[in-house]
């Protein structure tokens, strides 16, 4: 049934349904338009450039020494507590992975950890270093990844 409406100069006599087709029209153009907006969006941000990548962790499960090796240099690396098989050297991406692991705590004891990685054909370095809370001196032997 039509439905009279008035206008300034005249009436009109669009069906109801008419405006509800027109309102639906509209309605899926505002949804076209708003994926189209999150697609602009989206792409926008995947050609934003990543943040550069770091090979030793920095979190509040690090913790940071200085390795002193018998090749004749200190190594300055990360020890993350949740992963207790390598030293991440900072700034590089090369691990020092231990070997063994022998340890004096301040008042004397002396104990020592064995692991079966082998090596496959690496020098065998020994680095010494003070565990930053224990306090323990920790002699180390292991070798360097590339």
């Known amino acids: 049934m039509p439905v009279k409406s008035c ?17 639906d029209g509209m309605e899926d153009l505002m ?5 189209v907006a999150l697609v602009a969006i989206f792409a926008g941000l995947m ?10 962790p920095n979190n509040r499960n690090t913790l940071r020494f200085v390795l002193d ?13 949740s992963s207790a098989d390598s030293f991440h050297v900072v700034g590089t991406s090369s691990n020092f992975l231990w070997k063994s692991l022998d340890y004096v705590t ?3 004891q002396a104990g020592r950890i064995e ?23 920790y002699t180390a032997t292991g070798f360097f990844t590339p």
């Open 31 to 35: 949804r076209q338009m708003i994926v």
């Open 115 to 137: 692991r079966g990685v082998q090596g496959s054909g690496h020098d065998l370095v020994t680095c010494t270093y003070t565990g930053a809370v224990s306090g323990n001196h």
């Open 69 to 81: 090796c018998d090749t004749g240099g200190t190594v300055e690396v990360v020890f993350e507590l």
């Open 7 to 23: 206008y300034a100069l005249g009436w009109d006599t669009t069906s109801r349904t008419d405006e509800v087709a027109h309102l």
């Open 106 to 108: 301040p008042d004397g």
């Open 47 to 56: 050609l934003l450039p990543a943040g550069v990548a770091s090979a030793d």
